[in-house]
C-alpha cells in the first residue's frame, strides 16, 4: 500500500518570506499523480497544486511550486512571499488507481 | 457551478444511534469518495463510489456504509455509533475514477457522538 509521510506537523514563516513543506511516499508505481490541498479554518480543502510523475519538470502555480524528486520519492511544496491568507493546513496527497492517500498535514502559521 | 454540498453541516448524535450523511457531487462528477478526518489523524480513507458501485473500501468496521445513487449522490451511514466516531467527514467528488483527476472536498460534516 502507499503511504505518505509529512514529517513536520507545525511551520512559521514571516509574512511575504519563503517556506518550504516537505513530503515523502512510498509506492511501486511508477504512473501516479501527486497533490497538495489546503485546509483553512473554514474546513474547506483546496487544491493548491498537481504534479504527474511522468512530468520532470516541477508545477508551478502563481507563488506555489513543487520540487518534485521521482528517485527520491520527495515531493515539497514551496511558498513564495506567503501571506496572512496561506495560514492553513496543508495536506499532500497521492493518487492511485483506488483512491487518494493523504499525510497527515502540517500547520501553517503566517505571521506579521 | 455548484461545487461539492454536503448536508447536514452538523450532526450532533447518541452512542449506540445511527447517522446519515449526505453528498452531492459537482455536476458530471461519477465518483465519490469519503473520508474521516479525526483531530490529529489527517484523512482517513473509507469509502468510494464511482458508476452507482462500491469500488473501494478502506479499513472500516462494517458498521460503515454507504451508497451511490443514480444521480451520483451519495449517502454515509455509521451505524451503532460510538465516541470515537466524532469526527469530521469529508466527501470528495472527481470526474471519473482515473488517477489523472483531482478531487473537488465539500466542506464536511462535523459529527459529534455522545
Known amino acids: 500500500a502507499q503511504t505518505v509521510t509529512q514529517s513536520q506537523p507545525e511551520m512559521s514563516v514571516q509574512e511575504a518570506e519563503t517556506v518550504t513543506l516537505s513530503c515523502t511516499y512510498d509506492?511501486?508505481?511508477?504512473?501516479?499523480?501527486l497533490f497538495w490541498y489546503k485546509q483553512p479554518p473554514s474546513r474547506q480543502m483546496i487544491l493548491v497544486i498537481r504534479q504527474e510523475a511522468y512530468k520532470q519538470q516541477n508545477a508551478t502555480e502563481n507563488r506555489f511550486s513543487v520540487n518534485f524528486q521521482k528517485a527520491a520519492k520527495s515531493f515539497s511544496l514551496k511558498i513564495s512571499d506567503s501571506q496572512l491568507g496561506d495560514a492553513a493546513m496543508y495536506f499532500c496527497a497521492y493518487r492511485s488507481a483506488d483512491q487518494f492517500y493523504f499525510g497527515t498535514g502540517t500547520s501553517l502559521t503566517v505571521i506579521p | 457551478e455548484a461545487g461539492v454540498t454536503q448536508s447536514p453541516t452538523h450532526l450532533i448524535k447518541t452512542r449506540g444511534q445511527q447517522a446519515t450523511l449526505r453528498c452531492s457531487p459537482i455536476s458530471g462528477h461519477t465518483s465519490v469518495y469519503w473520508y474521516q478526518q479525526a483531530l490529529g489523524l489527517g484523512l482517513q480513507f473509507l469509502l468510494w463510489?464511482?458508476?452507482?458501485?462500491?469500488?473501494n473500501r478502506g479499513n472500516f468496521p462494517p458498521r460503515f456504509s454507504g451508497r451511490q445513487f443514480p444521480n451520483y449522490s451519495s449517502e454515509l451511514n455509521v451505524n451503532a455509533l460510538e465516541l470515537e466516531d466524532s469526527a469530521l467527514y469529508l466527501c470528495a467528488s472527481s470526474t471519473n475514477g482515473q488517477r489523472n483527476t483531482e478531487a473537488f472536498f465539500g466542506q464536511g460534516t462535523r459529527l459529534t457522538v455522545v
Open positions: 463510489y464511482d458508476e452507482g458501485e462500491e469500488r
Open positions: 509506492t511501486s508505481e511508477s504512473d501516479y499523480y
